[in-house]
């Protein structure tokens, strides 16, 4: 089946700092994909859809100044954690819409730490 | 909003059938059943997907009602392997209702 990966699997950063965390389509090309974040024992929030070549779409009480998603190719979507605090500490995943049959394939997730 | 209902939490001794419910009610015409499981600090993983007549694959067969309000999805012989939550979504291929949105999910423990 199609792959989709993640990086980094895990990182922990300081508070104010910056996060950037990649997605990549690795044998399809992805004109859509979408983020998503996960709190422990909670269900996936869908926070924003990224769509190539332009600004990506954000769900509602998502601050798109605090994540920054930029999808510069049909095979990667960043997805840039802004002045992260110990409350944007969550599992981070990627998902990517396939072309033609618009199946989505999931990413295996980013676990983010901030101190 | 999720748009399906799920049980929160299930039980099922290894080499059984699972059988997971879920209720979709307000599903639209052109949108399909899907299931997803997680597995503790992984990504989703597909299962299986369905429109209106039942399906089997190598993982699990789906099982959606003639009316499309609500479908079973069938492990047929489940093992500790098996154990995670399993998600029920319901989503159109194209425009805004092709995004996946997450219900609570239904927890499947496999026990010996």
């Known amino acids: 089946g199609a792959v989709v990966s993640q990086h980094p699997s895990w990182v922990i950063c300081k508070s104010g700092t910056s996060v950037k965390i990649e997605c990549r389509s690795l044998d399809f090309q992805a004109t859509t994909m979408f983020w998503y974040r996960q709190f422990p024992k909670q269900s996936l929030m869908l926070m924003a859809t990224?769509?190539?070549?332009?600004?990506?779409?954000?769900e509602q009480g998502v601050e798109k100044d605090k994540f920054l998603i930029n999808h510069a190719s049909l095979t990667l979507s960043t997805l840039t954690v802004t002045s992260a605090h110990p409350e944007d500490s969550s599992f981070y995943i990627c998902?990517?819409?396939?072309?033609?049959?618009?199946?989505?394939?999931f990413g295996e997730g980013s676990r983010l730490t901030v101190l | 909003d999720a748009k399906t209902t799920q049980p929160p939490s299930m039980d099922c001794a290894e080499g059984r059938a699972a059988n997971l419910p879920c209720n979709h009610s307000?599903?639209?015409?052109?949108?399909?059943v899907y299931w997803y499981r997680q597995i503790h600090s992984q990504g989703p993983q597909y299962i299986i997907h369905g429109l209106k007549n039942n399906e089997t694959n190598e993982m699990a067969s789906l099982i959606i009602t003639e009316d499309r309000k609500s479908s079973t999805l069938i492990l047929p012989h489940a093992t500790l392997r098996d154990t995670a939550v399993y998600y029920c979504?319901?989503?159109?291929?194209?425009?805004?209702?092709?995004?996946?949105?997450f219900g609570t999910g239904t927890r499947l423990q496999v026990t010996l």
């Open positions: 990224s769509n190539e070549g332009s600004k990506a779409t954000y």
């Open positions: 998902s990517a819409r396939a072309p033609g049959t618009g199946e989505l394939f």
């Open positions: 307000t599903i639209s015409g052109n949108e399909y």
């Open positions: 979504i319901v989503r159109a291929l194209t425009g805004t209702a092709s995004k996946l949105t």
